[in-house]
C-alpha cells in the first residue's frame, strides 16, 4: 500500500497544477518532514525540515526567496558556482582548472521497505556532465533521516574534489544555540554550548584515528532560543558516521541563515576522481524534535538500537576486566584467581586486557611487542584456551584485548614490514605511546589486520568478546603504497579499516566487539555499525563519569557505554568517591568492573554483589529503554536521568549529588519523566545504605512522581541513589 502511495506522490509531483515546471519532494518519517523543491530553473531548494505538516507542497508558491544573487539561499547542495557564494558541501576542480559546478534536478525515486524510505535525487551539471545523487533514507518510526551523495565523474577528465560532504541542510530561525562536545584523553565528551554569531563555526578532527578524542562530529542545534531545554522547542541534532578526519560548519550569514554542512574532512584530502567513478560519502544521520533535546536523543537511540548500531537492542554481560587490577603484570594464576572472584561476584565475562602476547618483544609495558599476535607462553604457559576454558566452567564468558592497527618498533612486525608503517619518507616517525599505525590504506595490511582478529579468534573456541583498542593519533602521515596519491589517504585509511570491520562481521557476526581507542577516541556511527559497544573513556572516576556519560548520551544510547567501576584514588583523577556512588554511575551504562577484587574489604565486597545483582533486575532498560534526562551535572549540582521501559510499566532512576549542599537544600526536587501519569508504580530504592526518600516501597501515580514531589535526601558530595519503578 505504502509503495502505491508513495508512487502516487512522486508521479503526483510530475503534475502539479500550479507550477507544471517546479517539483517537490517529501522525506518524511512518522512525526518529521523535509521539504525540498526545485525553482524554476530547477536548481534543488531545502524549504522546510521539521514537523509533518500538511499541504507541504504550498512552498512551491513562494519563490521570493530565490529572486537576486543569492549568496545564502537554501540550496540543497550548495556548490562552489552558479549563484551561491557561502561555504560548499561540494566544491570541484576540473581538468581545464575550472571551479564551477551548478547542478540542476534531473529526477528522484522513492521506495519503501521494511520501515525506511529512500528517496534519490538525482542532479546533474550541464557543462561538466558532474553528476550528484542524493540519498535520503527515512526511518519512519525512529524520525531518522539519514543522508549520503554519490558524486559521480559523467565527464571524459579526472575531477579533483576539493570538498565532498555528506549532507547539508539550511535553517531560518532567529537565534541558534550550538551544542557539541569537546575532550581529551580521560575528558572525552565535554558539553560546550555557543550561540552562533554571524561567522562560520567548524568542528573539526585532523587526527587521522582517535578522530573523535578531541571534539565528536555530532551536535545538537537549538532553534529560536538561547537556553538549552530537555523539553521544549525545535532541536535538531545531527551525527557523522564516519571514523576519519571530519567536518561539521555552520555558517550563519548575514541573512540570518543557517548552512550546516557535514562531511569528510577535505584537509590533505583532494579526491580525484576518474571518469565514470563514483565517490559515495559516509552516513549523516539527523533527527528532529520539537519537544526540546531530550526526544531528539531518544529519536536517536531508537535509531542506534533498531538500525545503527552492531547488536543493537541485545543485552550486554557484565565483566570483569584485567587492566587496572592487573596492567600488564600477571600470571595464569592470577587470571584464574580474577576469574574466580568475577564468578563469586556475580559478573557473567572475564576481559583479559593488554599484556598477554609477543615472545622475542614480550608485551610486558607499552614500550613493546604490538604487531606480534602470538601467545606470551613465558607468562602463560598453558595459553589463553585454558584461560577461557576455566572462564567457561566457571559460567563466564570470556574476552580478550588487541590493538591490530598499530605496531610498536620493538616488534618483529617492525623489522620484517617497514613500508606497513605510517611514515613519511626521508622523515622521522614520531611514537605516540612507543608506537607507530599500520598503513590500513594498503589492502596488505588489511589482509594482515584481519587476521590478526582471525588469529586470535582461533586461540580458544571460548573467545566471546574482542576489545579492539587503537592507542594513538597520526601525524606527518605517509603510505608507501599509495605513492603519488598521498591526498587519498585519509579516506581510504578509514574505508580499510572498514573493510576489515566488515569481513570480521562476516565471519564472526555473533562476538561482540568493544571499541576502545584510549577510552572514547572512535565514538561515532561509522564505527558503530561494526562495534557492539565503545570504551566510553579511561576515566572511570565516578565525578568526572557524570560529565562524559551525560553528554554521550545527547547523541549515542546509553546501552553502548562500557562503564566500569575501578578502585580508589583514581588512577587518573585521584579522586575519591565512595563505592556506591562509583556503581550507581557505572549501572547507568554496561556495568563492568577493573580492579583487583581480592583488595575488597568483606563490606565492599557485600556492597559490590548486591548492587550487581540489582542491575540484573532493570538491565534490559539500560538497553531498551527510553532515556529522560532530569538534571544535568553541567547545570545543576545533581545529575539525574532515568530509563523506561517502552511500554512505561517499568523504570529506573539514578540520582547523584555533584556538589556539596548545606543540609536544607539537600532534598532536591526532581520531575521524573517518561511515565503514563495515570498508572501507579511502586517505588524501590536499590543498593540502599540508607533509605533516602521518604516514600520509597510505596506506591505513587506517574502523575505524581512527575509533579516534582521525587525528592530523595542527598545530603553529601557523591551521595546518590538508584530507584526501580514498577507499574502496578
Ligand atoms: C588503552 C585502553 C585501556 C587499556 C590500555 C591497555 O589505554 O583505553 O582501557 O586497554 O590501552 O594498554
Redesign the pocket.
Known sequence: MKHILLLTVSLLCLYLPARANKTYILVQTDHTQLVLTTDDAGNLRTRYYGSRIDAPWTFLNDDKLFTGPNGSGPMTIPTTGGVFIGTPALHVRYADGSHNTELYYTGHTSEYRAGVFTTKVMLRDPVTALAVVLIYEAYEKEDVIVAHTEIINGGKKPVELLDYASSALHFNADKYLLTHTWGGWATEMQVERELLGHDTKVIESRRGVQATQGNNPSFMLSLNTAEFSETAGEVIAGALAWSGNFRLSFEHDNAGKLNVIAGINPHAATYSLAPGKTFITPDMVWTYSNNGAGQASRNLHRWARNWGVYGGGQVHPTLLNS?EGAYFSFTTETLLRMIDDAAGMGLEMFVL??GWFAKDYPRNG?DAGLGDWEVNTAKLPEGIDYVASYAHDKGLKFGI?IEPEMVNPASNLAHRHPEWVVKSPGRDIYQERNQWVLDLSNPAVQDFVYGIFDGVMQLSKNIDYV?W?C?RVIESFGSTYLGKEQDRFYVEYCQGLYNVMRRIREKYPRVLIQC?S??GGRVDYGALRYFDEI?TS?NTDGDCRAYIQYATNLIYPPFIMGAHVSAVPNHQSGNVTPLKFRFDMACAGRLGLELQPKHFSEHERALAERCIASYYQYRDLVFTGDLYRLSSPYDSDYYALMYVSQDKSRAVVYTYCMRYQHRAGSQHSFRLDGLDPKRNYTVKELNVNRSCWWGDGDVFSGEFLQSGAFNPDLPQKYSSAVFYLEAQ
Open positions: 587492566w586486557d593488554d607499552d584485548w576489545k583498542d592507542n576502545c584510549s577510552g570504551w579511561d
